[in-house]
């Protein structure tokens, strides 16, 4: 039973527009999130986070959004460049939960064209 | 300086044999853990260590075994490798705290294929 799920498998841009990549997540325990990025052959690094005590988030070219009525997030990158064109994984864990697990969705492939 | 390595980057082996992959971490984390990444891409825990002990062990067979000799090492042993072994396995590391310090770092993987 995945609690984290990425329902698009893959989304191609072109460079300069808006890329948006949406999560939704089951487990209502979950209180934070966080998005990473992954190139071939290489492992998952850190993107970008947000708590549930928070709607947005933004670093750089990167927002995140939150909806906990909807248990739905969003990460927005813009505008999008060639390099972005990596695996994006959604991921949540839970403070209460105590043991910092992350559960992970299945990943987007984004594809930026020039 | 990698922050999390794991060794090796491939690996194939017959079925029945016994193998370790090695995790070290210099990021001077508390947490450490192993995920694996089956064939359908899904990142599933393995087990998770803080300060050696261990924390989560999800379903996972009695054939593979963490063992942390340290904080900052974690090694995968595993024992009578069978074909559905065949995955990337991914060592990471996280420091307790806050929200902002939970994000967990990867090692690179280890593809591991058992013939």
């Known amino acids: 039973d995945q609690q984290v799920k990425q329902n698009s498998p893959s989304l191609s841009v072109q460079e300069g527009r808006i890329s948006i990549l949406n999560c939704d997540y089951t487990?209502?325990?979950?209180?934070?999130f966080l998005w990473y990025k992954k190139y071939p052959a290489e492992g998952p690094t850190f993107l970008i986070s947000?708590?549930?005590?928070?709607d947005k988030n933004e670093d750089g070219r990167f927002t995140v959004f939150l909806n906990k009525s909807a248990k739905h997030l969003s990460l927005h990158i813009v505008p999008s460049q060639p390099g972005d064109s990596a695996v994006y994984f959604c991921a949540a864990g839970s403070f209460r939960s105590n043991d910092y697990k992350l559960s992970f969705g299945a990943g987007t492939t984004v594809t930026v064209r020039a | 300086d990698t922050a999390v390595s794991q060794t090796p980057k491939y690996l194939v082996t017959q079925m029945g044999n016994d193998k370790s992959i090695k995790c070290e971490q210099n990021l001077g984390h508390d947490t450490m853990y192993w995920y694996k990444q089956d064939s359908k891409k899904f990142l599933k825990i393995m087990f998770s260590y803080n300060n050696k002990e261990l924390i989560i062990n999800e379903t996972v067979p009695n054939r593979f075994s963490p063992k942390s000799p340290d904080k900052a090492h974690l090694n995968l042993h595993i024992n009578s490798l069978e074909l559905g072994d065949s995955a990337v396995y991914f060592c990471a590391s996280s420091q307790e705290g806050n929200y902002m310090n939970t994000e967990a770092f990867f090692g690179q993987g280890t593809r591991l294929t058992v013939v």
């Open positions: 487990n209502s325990m979950f209180d934070y």
């Open positions: 947000i708590s549930s005590i928070k």
